[in-house]
């Protein structure tokens, strides 16, 4: 059974659990209304008392919602983040934090780091299987943006083709990110440094002119400026990495000339070559490493967050099946008389039975349903608001956890609602009758 199991797509074991989730709640409902039609008598009693039904859904839709939406969020976080990363092979830094080097490289995470010599980037350039490798430059910014110093190749390998214009030809022009704070044509000075603390007169004099905008990555590099690396050193009063009088930009660099670069970006002409540079550069003058596995490492440490989240989140749903049991005990209580009056025509207790429990049923059903649309709603308004803080593109939409989770829930309340059914057909009948 277990090979049977693992033989079947991911798909149809997501789809078998769901099923297996909410059937029993399923079977409940055929077993209680086996032989009987108890629903046209409960749409009578919804429509009765809207308002408080109304308002009961709207609880269990915000409850649900809150859950599926949460859920949804953390992976979206995940898939979004490790999407920004796939671009970034391998990394060359000096010695140091990973974590580190890949939030200032990959994420342009602000951060002073130790320099990549010329005569080491030179090295790592003309190691045999290099297919590129590009020298990041960062530490300036202009209106919020990172302005990061690289070469035309790393632009198209981290984009591809332009959205618009050109790229870069000269040290003093400048391609923009598909959403970066300048439009082709522009022409700006930048900042030293970031935010609050940004020397906004340091490069006064040093001004880029915008050739081109890249394609939409999904990543923060979307709001960044990227400039010839050539350019970032010159208005830092630095060697441009040529010889004096060479007019040109981009490698090969000269050893001699070349000022340094926080990180390389590495890319194998064959993809298990990515596995030999690393072994290669990883030593104590240099360390390299992949920003996917470092990603997936803080992933792994964020596991014991996440299982705690989803325990949390599992009492949380707990706790809302209980407060529904108490919500739908009260309800049965505003329709007793109605009952009692069922009973006093001599309709047998099985049918009414069977009208409580199809009418907690149809509002724990509605309710479950809105929260999924509700849930969605939240996950996509998540989704903005970190995509507005991180830069980083996060697409939460709803899936197979968020569908298991709401089966779940389904089935244990519609099995909870036995018991308010059963305390309805159990009320003494004259109080009743007499209320």
């Not at 659990?17 to 209304?33: D, N, T």
């Not at 970006?265 to 470092?294: C, I, K, Q």
Request: hydrophobic residues 55%; aromatic residues 8%; glycine residues 10%.
């Amino acid at each position: 059974m277990r090979d049977l199991w693992m033989s079947l797509p991911a798909t149809a074991q997501d789809a078998a659990l769901a099923l297996a989730l909410v059937a029993p709640g399923l079977l409940l409902g055929l077993w209680v209304m086996r032989g009987l039609r108890p629903l046209p008598l409960v749409g009578a009693m919804l429509r009765r008392f809207s308002w408080v039904n109304g308002l009961f859904v709207l609880l269990i839709a915000v409850s649900v919602g809150l859950g599926v939406g949460l859920l949804a969020q953390e992976r979206g976080l995940r898939q979004g983040s490790a999407r920004a990363a796939e671009k970034f092979d391998l990394i060359v830094a000096a010695p140091g934090s990973e974590v580190t080097v890949m939030l200032a490289s990959v994420y342009l995470q602000p951060s002073d780091m130790a320099l990549i010599t010329g005569p080491q980037y030179a090295e790592i350039a003309a190691t045999e299987g290099v297919a590129l490798a590009a020298p990041i430059a960062f530490g300036d910014s202009h209106a919020g943006a990172p302005v990061v110093g690289t070469t035309a190749e790393f632009v198209t390998h981290l984009a591809g083709p332009l959205a618009a214009g050109r790229s870069f030809a000269t040290a003093q022009e400048a391609v923009a990110g598909a959403f970066a704070p300048v439009d082709v044509g522009d022409s700006f000075t930048p900042a030293h440094g970031h935010g609050a603390m940004a020397e906004g007169d340091a490069h006064a004099g040093h001004a880029y002119t915008v050739t081109g905008r890249m394609a939409a990555t999904g990543s923060p590099w979307d709001r960044a400026i990227l400039v010839p690396v050539e350019g970032v050193w010159e208005v830092h009063g630095l060697a441009s990495g040529h010889a004096p009088g060479t007019d040109r930009i981009g490698p090969p660099f000269e050893a001699e000339y070349m000022p340094g670069t926080p990180a390389v970006l590495v890319r194998a002409t064959e993809l298990w070559g990515n596995y030999a540079l690393r072994s290669r550069f990883t030593r104590s003058d240099m360390m390299a490493f992949f920003p996917g596995t470092v990603l997936a490492q803080l992933h792994g440490l964020m596991r014991d967050i996440r299982s705690a989240m989803s325990l949390m989140a599992g009492l949380t749903q707990v706790l809302v099946a209980l407060s529904v049991l108490i919500g739908l005990m009260i309800l049965v209580r505003l329709i007793a008389r109605s009952l009692a009056l069922l009973r006093a025509i001599g309709a047998p207790l099985r049918f009414v039975f069977a009208v409580v429990w199809s009418y907690c049923a149809a509002l724990i059903l509605s309710g479950a349903a809105l929260g999924l649309a509700l849930g969605f709603v939240a996950a996509r308004g998540l989704s903005a608001l970190v995509t507005a803080r991180t830069d980083v593109l996060v697409t939460a939409g709803l899936g197979w956890p968020e569908l298991h989770l709401v089966a779940g829930f389904v089935s244990v309340t519609l099995l909870m609602a036995l018991l308010p059914a059963w305390l309805a057909v159990r009320r003494p009948l004259l109080s009743d009758l007499r209320t």
